[in-house]
């Protein structure tokens, strides 16, 4: 049996020479002196522990706050994305049936001339305008305002379904 890396021998001549310094009559005073120290040692391990055990228990318990409000925070703003998404498809929707029905217009005076009448076939036949940086997108003009807007059904559409083309450029994802 080992006691502190000592055997029962060394521990035998210990308790001797405690006996012949100290005598018979102040050992048990400090064998009681000794028993109090060990047990103030334990109490203040055992305090030391439950505080650090306490401070570990309000760590997690506020880790767990932060994560519900995050996972809080992410909920509201996936339902506001949504909202967002189903509002600009909404208006997406409306603006292609606004531009399919649109009347053609005809010029109201028969004896316009005919150049004119031409000009205007020949702008409305033309390839759409590409921006001169190459990123294949069109240009808006002023026969066609929205033309800078025909990457807008890219967008809209939802993470589920299948592409038909990919968006013209990476400047960002709504996903």
Do not use: Y
Not at 16 to 26: E, Q, R, T, Y
């Amino acid at each position: 049996m080992d006691f502190f890396g000592m055997g029962i021998p060394e521990i035998l001549v210990i308790m001797m020479l405690a006996l012949i310094l100290f005598g018979p009559g102040k050992l048990p005073e400090i064998a009681q002196g000794i028993g109090r120290a060990v047990r103030e040692f334990r109490a203040a391990t055992r305090e030391l522990t439950s505080e650090f055990e306490q401070a570990f228990r309000e760590v997690q318990a506020s880790t767990a706050e932060v994560t519900a409000s995050v996972l809080a925070v992410q909920d509201e703003t996936r339902a506001a994305l949504g909202e967002i998404a189903s509002a600009t498809q909404e208006v997406a929707q409306t603006v292609r049936a606004d531009q399919a029905l649109a009347p053609a217009t005809t010029p109201k005076d028969p004896g316009a001339s005919s150049a004119a009448t031409r000009a205007a076939t020949s702008v409305a036949t033309e390839m759409p305008v590409t921006s001169p940086s190459g990123n294949g997108r069109r240009e808006a003009t002023k026969d066609d305002p929205l033309a800078d807007l025909v990457d807008l059904e890219n967008l809209l559409e939802s993470p589920g379904s299948p592409k038909t083309s990919a968006p013209a450029s990476s400047d960002g994802h709504w996903e």
